[in-house]
């Protein structure tokens, strides 16, 4: 049996939940409002936290990061998205798509190129895998990389890109074989400054507004084959393992936006008096309360379990996608819940849950959408039987 356990000792690990937390609430906190109005992508904050070993959680210290497991990388994600969830996505997807990607398939000369750079925060990193017309269909990729010698050329755009402009360095998939036939896709590594290679379209979105999200756009973009991430054939198999780590990243971040909504929310009924006692004596309230508290522990221990699965190594495609299904459900239902306590407060950018209410939507998309969470967690699950 599974025993849900972190594997840092307690002192560790509160020590870098206190390191998150202090962080947030000093350098992020006083300006979520201003960076979501303007939708101000905070470069320099990824910089500071790479200084703190928050931008390479994961990576282990001989490629310069902080060698951290994933039940670590856990309270990091949760820490910062109680207080941004832009922050915490921005975060997430540099550890979890970019960095992780290189450090999963890289070559030991692509490890050290690449991962002290993402881990210091000194280069943010993007991955592109979805495309205008396909994304839950992400095999579908019409981005194209034609083999010219020791060179590829790139062309296609890929769209909705985590730092799709701002990233220094990008992952990026594309097809390499007959469009629909298996493994006809390629990971590469391709860096800013290649000629033919540009951010294009930046996205105005609901929520999440201080994360970039942008076209990556290649023409005619010339790479060595010496950027090729693994084998040719093997992109769209590497999206896929690098995605189970994501989604528990995924999770992590409806985790800390459902927790800070419910904070705000469970203070705020004890201080709103209405009928001559705070609303939280009212049944109605309280059993709001007891519903968001009980499933945000539900999602918790779901997203350990998937944690404690991936430091041992284990496969994890099926606690993943559930983990990150059920814990992004449950942030769109607190945030939703949390408004409702908070009355017409709640609808006003004056109090903080109409932000998190706003944010929690992208986590039932990202990563795969809750529907395409159903998908693998029904198919995993009948493969059993
Ligand atoms: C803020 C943000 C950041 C993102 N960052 C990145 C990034 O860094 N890199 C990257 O590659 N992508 C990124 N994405 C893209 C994201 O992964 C896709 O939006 C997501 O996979 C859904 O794809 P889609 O938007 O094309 O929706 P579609 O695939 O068009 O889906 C539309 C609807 O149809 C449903 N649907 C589709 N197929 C099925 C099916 N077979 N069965 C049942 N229902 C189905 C979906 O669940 C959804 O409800 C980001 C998206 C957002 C919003």
């Known amino acids: 049996m599974l025993v849900l356990m972190n594997t840092a000792t307690e002192e560790i690990t509160l020590q870098i939940k206190e390191t998150a937390k202090n962080f947030a609430n000093q350098h992020i906190k006083p300006h979520v409002m201003q960076w979501d109005e303007s939708q101000e992508f905070p470069a320099h904050i990824f910089h500071q936290m790479g200084e703190l070993g928050l931008m390479g959680v994961l990576v282990p210290e001989e490629y310069g990061g902080s060698g951290l497991s994933y039940a670590e990388y856990k309270i990091i994600i949760e820490e910062i998205s109680k207080v941004c969830g832009s922050i915490g996505l921005s975060v997430a997807a540099h550890n979890s798509l970019c960095t992780n990607h290189i450090l999963l398939f890289g070559s030991e000369d692509q490890k050290h190129q690449y991962l002290p750079k993402l881990a210091s925060g000194e280069w943010i990193g993007a991955w592109g895998l979805t495309e205008p017309n396909t994304g ?7 981005c194209v990389a034609t083999k010219n010698g020791d060179t590829w050329v790139l062309n296609g755009t890929k ?5 799709g402009k701002s990233g220094n360095v990008a992952v990026v998939i594309a097809r390499t074989g007959e469009s629909r036939a298996k493994n006809n896709a390629t990971a590469f ?9 540009s951010g294009g379209k930046k996205e105005n979105k609901l929520g999440m507004r201080a994360s970039e999200t942008a076209e990556m ?11 090729r991430l693994g084998e040719i054939g093997d992109g769209f198999k590497q999206a896929m393992q690098v995605l189970d780590g994501g989604r528990i990243s995924i999770a992590c971040l409806a985790l800390g936006i459902a927790k800070g909504a419910f904070e705000a929310a469970a203070g705020y009924s004890k ?14 309230i309280s059993f709001k309360i007891a519903d968001m508290a009980t499933e945000i522990d539900a999602a918790e221990l779901l997203i350990m379990r998937a944690c404690a699965l991936k430091d041992a190594h284990e496969k994890v495609t099926r606690e993943a996608a559930m983990a990150k299904y059920y814990a992004s459900e449950v942030a769109v239902k607190v945030a939703n819940e949390a408004v ?6 709640g609808y006003t950018k004056e109090f903080p849950v109409e932000k998190f209410y706003r944010d929690a939507k992208l986590c039932t998309i990202g990563e795969g959408t809750s529907e395409i969470q159903k998908i693998v967690i029904a198919r995993e699950t009948l493969n059993r039987f």
């Open 159 to 163: 769209s909705w890109i985590t730092h």
């Open 136 to 142: 839950s269909d992400a095999g579908n990729m019409k």
């Open 340 to 345: 409702q306590i908070f009355g017409g407060n």
């Open 217 to 227: 756009v290649f023409d005619n973009c010339i790479i060595p084959d010496s950027n």
């Open 189 to 197: 590594v391709v860096e800013r400054s290649t000629p033919g290679f």
């Open 271 to 284: 201080q709103r008096y209405q009928f001559d006692q705070p609303i939280s004596n009212f049944q109605a």
